[in-house]
């Protein structure tokens, strides 16, 4: 896990969510159209930072743990009740 000293509250994300996404793609594979919408996501991220963006970067960021956070609970909601 990285460690981001000026970003608290990243370290907070990444210490509870991240977890929390790897136990649930463990237990239920991603579609190939989530998949590529996630590397498309990072992708821009990632660009962002390489063009020293930092408020595109942080949107992006935001956007994508926001999407990535209400799939995991739509998801696990639908599963569960399934079950």
């Given at each position: 896990m990285a460690v981001y000293p000026l970003r608290p509250e990243i370290n907070l994300l990444d210490g509870?969510?991240?977890?929390?996404?790897?136990?649930?793609?463990?237990?239920?594979?991603?579609?190939?159209?989530?998949?590529?919408?996630?590397?498309?996501?990072?992708?821009?991220?990632?660009?962002a930072v390489a063009e020293h963006d930092a408020d595109f970067a942080e949107l992006q960021s935001r956007r994508h743990v926001t999407r990535s956070l209400a799939a995991l609970e739509t998801n696990f909601v639908f599963r569960s009740a399934a079950a």
């Amino acid at each position: 896990m990285a460690v981001y000293p000026l970003r608290p509250e990243i370290n907070l994300l990444d210490g509870q969510f991240y977890p929390l996404m790897r136990l649930y793609r463990s237990r239920h594979p991603a579609s190939p159209a989530s998949v590529r919408r996630s590397v498309e996501e990072h992708r821009r991220i990632a660009e962002a930072v390489a063009e020293h963006d930092a408020d595109f970067a942080e949107l992006q960021s935001r956007r994508h743990v926001t999407r990535s956070l209400a799939a995991l609970e739509t998801n696990f909601v639908f599963r569960s009740a399934a079950a």
